[in-house]
């Protein structure tokens, strides 16, 4: 892994820690020949044309798709959790959804520019 990537996830706050270890994990189990590089100061994961980052916020990790499709189900499932557009924000308090971020991670990489209707 890319040393800035390493840094990153170093210093990550205890509270947040387990939360963006995890997302990492999930993203590499999903698809191990993924590479992890920093773009927009975020640990980015690509494959193929898709992409997902992570990112240590004041009060919660996120998870970027950039892609409102993507999120649609997650939403439908997770109402509890806070989103953005494209993304999922996971407050310190919300339990990771492990079943319903994976079919996100799955959406952002292998359909990074469809909608679920096509």
């Given at each position: 892994m890319d040393s800035n990537v390493t840094a990153y996830f170093e210093s990550v706050p205890?509270?947040?820690?387990?939360?963006?270890e995890r997302l990492h994990?999930?993203?590499t189990d999903l698809f191990p020949d993924v590479s992890v590089d920093m773009r927009y100061k975020m640990p980015t994961y690509s494959h193929g044309a898709g992409w997902v980052a992570i990112a240590n916020q004041k009060k919660?990790?996120?998870?970027y798709t950039c892609n409102a499709d993507h999120l649609v189900l997650f939403k439908e499932t997770?109402?509890?959790?806070?989103?953005?557009k494209g993304c999922i924000n996971f407050r310190d308090r919300d339990q990771l959804p492990e079943l319903a971020v994976k079919?996100?991670?799955?959406l952002a990489m292998e359909r990074p520019k469809a909608s679920l209707s096509s």
């Amino acid at each position: 892994m890319d040393s800035n990537v390493t840094a990153y996830f170093e210093s990550v706050p205890a509270e947040r820690k387990e939360k963006v270890e995890r997302l990492h994990t999930l993203v590499t189990d999903l698809f191990p020949d993924v590479s992890v590089d920093m773009r927009y100061k975020m640990p980015t994961y690509s494959h193929g044309a898709g992409w997902v980052a992570i990112a240590n916020q004041k009060k919660y990790v996120s998870l970027y798709t950039c892609n409102a499709d993507h999120l649609v189900l997650f939403k439908e499932t997770c109402p509890e959790i806070k989103t953005g557009k494209g993304c999922i924000n996971f407050r310190d308090r919300d339990q990771l959804p492990e079943l319903a971020v994976k079919e996100v991670i799955k959406l952002a990489m292998e359909r990074p520019k469809a909608s679920l209707s096509s």
